[in-house]
């Protein structure tokens, strides 16, 4: 069965530090894979997306990076955090179906910048 | 521009019915998906329209009018651990998932 990992679960982080958020994938190859950022009360917004290695796209022009070395391996990223960057990060893959493409989510980091 | 709605907040009697409504105007249409937020959680699959009618699933049910740009969530015999989040996501026609703000359910006993 295919599992995703996220970490650090909570994160408290002054303004301008910097930041590295992981997500890793199991049970699946070549999985698309994406990171979210959810606002309190909010809904999702997608920040990057991977399709595979060494391969982003970037949705929203921000302070933030994100890297794929692996193949299950998505990790976040930013010099210097702002307060806006609060929130909380979600990675998901994304399961190709006949029918459908679902998305399954790992358990989240809630960032909260000082 | 994409935009989805959903209403904020919605609160509901255990036992009873209750019915989240979305509306939505994309660029192109390859499905809606129903998701599930329990408080400080990830998100959890709850179902997928792409075709007019009502998909029922236990307890939920999912209705999709395309012609309408409407679908809406229908959860029966409420019990106090549906106290969650429901957001409502479509897939565009370049097959990103947009994604309402969702709706947060209270459930009182």
């Known amino acids: 069965s295919q599992t995703i990992h996220q970490w650090p679960a909570t994160l408290v982080q002054p303004v301008g530090s910097p930041l590295s958020l992981e997500c890793t994938v199991e049970?699946?190859?070549?999985?698309?894979l994406y990171w979210y950022r959810q606002a309190a009360g909010r809904g999702l917004q997608l920040l990057f997306y991977s399709v595979g290695i060494g391969q982003i796209s970037s949705e929203v022009p921000q302070n933030l990076s994100a890297s794929r070395p692996q193949d299950r391996q998505f990790i976040l990223s930013s010099k210097k955090l702002l307060l806006s960057d609060s929130g909380f990060y979600l990675c998901?893959?994304?399961?190709?179906?006949?029918?459908?493409?679902?998305?399954?989510f790992g358990p989240g980091t809630r960032l909260t910048v000082l | 521009g994409q935009n989805i709605d959903q209403p904020t907040e919605m609160t509901a009697t255990e036992g009873a019915i209750v019915q989240i409504n979305c509306t939505y105007q994309?660029?192109?249409?390859?499905?809606l998906f129903w998701y599930q937020q329990h408080a400080g959680e990830a998100p959890t699959f709850l179902s997928y329209n792409v075709l007019d009618g009502l998909e029922e699933k236990g307890r939920f049910s999912s209705f999709l009018s395309r012609s309408k740009g409407y679908s809406y969530l229908l959860l029966k015999e409420l019990q106090m651990k549906d106290s969650a989040s429901y957001l409502c996501a479509v897939l565009d026609s370049n097959y990103q998932l947009i994604w309402g703000a969702g709706t947060k359910l209270i459930i009182k006993p």
């Open positions: 998901a893959w994304e399961r190709t179906a006949i029918s459908y493409n679902e998305q399954f």
């Open positions: 994309t660029s192109g249409f390859n499905g």
């Open positions: 049970g699946t190859s070549n999985p698309n």
